[in-house]
């Protein structure tokens, strides 16, 4: 039999923000990624693979 246990958190209000903050980059990141995966098939009809794209990190977080 598998056991589960819940635990709740209760962040401050300059954790709550931090935590936020760092879910709406992780939101931006995919849906840039998305959009250039996207695009590069519809225009090139090129598959980008998940490699390339990490390329793409160091200029976007600049």
Do not use: I, L
């Given at each position: 039999m598998l056991k589960a246990f819940k635990y709740r958190i209760y962040p401050t209000?300059?954790?709550r923000s931090k935590m936020e903050e760092t879910l709406e980059l992780?939101?931006?990141t995919y849906n840039e990624t998305l959009a250039y995966r996207k695009n590069s098939f519809e225009q090139?009809?090129?598959?980008i693979s998940?490699?390339?794209?990490?390329?793409l990190l160091p200029e976007w977080k600049k």
């Open positions: 209000k300059a954790q992780c939101r931006w090139e009809g090129k598959s998940k490699y390339e794209t990490h390329y």
